[in-house]
């Protein structure tokens, strides 16, 4: 585990304010995970008991959401960290620990029915009652639309260099309204926004542990079910996936989630909401490596550029963005 730097102000706050806490400072605290966005995260131990100590900057995070869904996930029977110690005005939260092993780091054939079964059924959870414990902001066209533009203003513009000529503008505008209004004529439910082997912890007990679901919205319902099984991180064979799609189709009609059985629309909900998100993904891993100087998720681009093109083939709605994906060449090379 990476050590602390001692010499950031922030650690130095947070050492103060743990210390208030716990009465003495005779404590570990390390590196516990880094963060796609302005959070931290740091391991505290005393002896054989742990905490993990969030820190989020008040001039660019608010802990409030994360306090206030924590809550509701929880009177859900939803496994989340508990809020144990809260300072909103510094941007420290003291949090339960659900572990150090993330699904990403054991999913294999093997395991992954069993793992994948528990995260569809806290899923369905979600789905069914999140609405009843908190107001989630609306998932609306705005956001899904400024969403995409990431993948053209990041990744084809920024880190690419692509100098977009009128037609491929207005092809990229047509494609991304056409997905928008897929994902907003979709059932709206309550949606992690994150839900991805990267957030679900692996624990014994309650099964799985769910993190970084502070910008959780009211949304589209095949959203968090394209994070999971479509993941950025890792890749299943498309027969498998659409396994578990119709798997979770039947739950969630089973569960109140649907009222209208049509598996073959809901198949559609599921491929072209998979093209929104991870065409916001793939322009997100840019502008982390652009922005934030953290290169490591160009590595990812691939594989999620990969999953646009798959689908869109498949579409003639999207057979354009198909073409111009193609056209580009290899997407290995993005990584450099």
């Known amino acids: 585990m990476t050590e602390v730097d001692f010499n950031d102000a922030r650690v130095k706050a947070m050492k103060v304010w743990l210390s208030s806490l716990f009465g003495h400072d005779n404590y570990h605290l390390s590196i516990a995970s880094g963060d796609a966005s302005f959070r931290r995260y740091f391991r505290v131990q005393i002896e054989d008991q742990t905490w993990i100590v969030m820190d989020a900057p008040p001039a660019k995070e608010d802990c409030r959401p994360f306090v206030d869904i924590s809550t509701a996930f929880l009177k859900l029977g939803l496994h989340a960290p508990v809020v144990l110690q809260q300072d ?3 941007g420290f939260l003291l949090l339960s620990d659900l572990g150090q092993q993330q699904y990403l780091q054991v999913l294999n054939k093997d395991n992954v029915e069993r793992l994948y079964g528990d995260a569809l059924a806290a899923l369905a959870t979600l789905q069914a009652g999140g609405a009843q414990h ?18 053209r203003d990041w990744l084809l513009n920024k880190h690419l260099g692509i100098n977009l000529q009128a037609q491929d503008q207005a092809m990229l505008e047509q494609a991304f309204k056409f997905l928008s209004a897929s994902a907003t004529a979709q059932p709206q439910v309550p949606v992690h926004r994150d839900y ?10 309650h099964n799985p542990g769910i993190l970084d679901f502070q910008d959780a919205v009211l949304g589209p319902v095949s959203y968090d079910l394209v994070s999971l099984l479509r993941d950025c991180y890792i890749a299943w064979p498309r027969q498998q996936v659409e396994q578990w799609v119709k798997g979770y189709h039947e739950l969630a009609l089973q569960s109140g989630i649907l009222h209208e059985e049509n598996e073959e629309l809901f198949l559609r909900w599921f491929d072209l909401m998979g093209v929104q998100r991870h065409l916001k993904a793939a322009g997100i891993f840019a502008r982390l490596n652009h922005r934030d100087h953290k290169s490591g998720y160009l590595q990812d681009i691939p594989r999620t550029v990969a999953y646009i093109i798959e689908v869109s083939s498949r579409y003639p709605e999207l057979a354009e963005l198909h073409r111009f994906l193609t056209a580009i060449g290899s997407w290995e090379s993005v990584e450099h």
Do not use: C, G, W
């Not at 908190?134 to 993948?151: G, K, N, V």
């Not at 991805?196 to 007990?205: F, G, I, Q, T, Y």
């Open 88 to 90: 909103l005005q510094q």
């Open 134 to 151: 908190y107001d989630f902001p609306i998932y609306d066209d705005a956001l899904l639309m400024t969403e995409m533009y990431l993948f």
């Open 196 to 205: 991805h082997s990267r957030n679900l912890m692996v624990n014994k007990e």
